[in-house]
């Protein structure tokens, strides 16, 4: 098993920027796969970047490409995701999450067996 707390969520305005952090214990986080996921009010949760344990293979949602950039270091047990020029559509809480599919980056929330208790982003217009 493997435990994720997720930090670094806040209020910026638009155009700003915030960098999440996960940080896994409990076992290497080399042996799965990463996704940072979504959830708005009153909307699914979904995924807007995955990497796989190497971090050679990444996954981003249309809306999040050239803006969000996922990244790993497996020595510091740390899942990052960098996120730019943010807009007030990205207010959401995000979670991060452990996928014991560890080759593939994907975006399907059942391929992901552990999850975070997930950190608010509020982008403010």
């Known amino acids: 098993q493997v435990q994720l707390v997720e930090s670094g969520g806040g209020l910026v305005q638009a155009g700003g920027s915030l960098r999440l952090s996960c940080a896994a214990s409990?076992?290497?986080?080399?042996?799965?796969?990463m996704g940072w996921f979504c959830q708005a009010p009153g909307k699914e949760r979904e995924c807007v970047a995955a990497?796989?344990?190497?971090?050679?293979?990444?996954y981003y949602e249309d809306s999040v490409k050239g803006r969000f950039t996922i990244s790993r270091d497996n020595a510091k047990n740390t899942v990052y995701l960098q996120m730019n020029n943010l807009e007030p559509d990205d207010t959401a809480v995000y979670y991060c999450?452990?996928?014991?599919?560890?080759?593939?980056?994907?975006?399907?929330?059942?391929?992901?067996?552990?999850w975070g208790q997930g950190t608010q982003v509020t982008v403010s217009s």
């Open positions: 409990g076992r290497t986080l080399s042996s799965y796969a």
């Open positions: 999450a452990a996928s014991p599919g560890r080759y593939s980056a994907t975006s399907y929330s059942s391929q992901y067996a552990y």
């Open positions: 990497i796989n344990w190497s971090g050679r293979s990444t």
